[in-house]
C-alpha cells in the first residue's frame, strides 16, 4: 500500500520529456520533487507561475513565491510569472500536455467531483473548473477510500461534480486505474496489496484481464 508520497512517484512515471504540467492542490503537488532522470518538464500553476521545482526546504521558503494552492514553491532558470488571464489562455487553449488533480470522488464514466464536501467550508472551484473542461489528459491523485473505509471509486459520484468524463487515469495508495468505455480497468496493484483487497475497496465495477502486475515506484 502506498502512502501519498509514493502515489506522487508513481504518477512522476507519467511525465514525459519536454511536457507541459498542471499540478492540482494536494497530492499532484509533490510530483514536482519526483521528475525521473533524463527529462525535462515544465510545470503550470494556474495562479501564473511556469517553470516550478520542488518544493523549498525549510528555512529557504520565499512568501512571494506559491502555487495556486498558496504553498510556497522554487522555480527553475527560465521560469516566468505572468497574470492569470495569460495562465488561463494557456489552459483553455489546450497548451498543457498533462494535468494531475486531486479528488474526493471520480466515477467509472471518468467524471470527477473535488471542490465541496456537504456541510464544509472549502476554497471553491478555483481553476480546476477550467482544468477538466480544457485538458485532454487528467490524471487523478487520491485515496481510494476514505477514514470510513468507504470507497470513492465509484459508479457514479455523489458530490457536486467538477467535470463529467474527463478523467483519463486514477492512481490511489491500492491500484492504478484506466477509465475505458466499458469502466475502471485495473492496470497494477500497489506493492504489498491483492487483487482481491482492491475489488473489496471498490464501488465501481472493475475490469480485470489476466495477471495484474504490482506497481513500481522507485
Known sequence: MLDKTGIAKRIAKELKHNYYVNLGIGIP???ANYIPKGIDVEFQSENGVLGMGPFPFE??????LINAGKQ???????ASFFDSAFSFGMIRGQHVDLTILGAMEVSENGDIANWQLPGKMVKGMGG????VASAENIIVAMMH???AGESKILKKCTLPLTGVG?????????AVLEVT????????????VSVEHILASTEADLI???????????
Not at 468505455?181 to 504489498?192: D, T
Open 128 to 131: 480546476a473548473m477550467d482544468l
Open 181 to 192: 468505455p466499458k469502466g475502471f480497468k485495473l492496470l497494477e496493484r500497489a506493492p504489498g
Open 145 to 147: 477510500v476514505n477514514k
Open 72 to 78: 510556497t514553491i522554487t522555480t527553475l532558470p527560465g
Open 166 to 174: 474527463c478523467v483519463k487515469k486514477v492512481v490511489t495508495e491500492l
Open 59 to 64: 528555512g529557504d521558503e520565499d512568501a512571494d
Open 29 to 31: 503537488t509533490l510530483v
Open 208 to 218: 480485470i484481464e489476466g495477471e495484474i502486475p504490482e506497481m513500481s515506484i522507485e
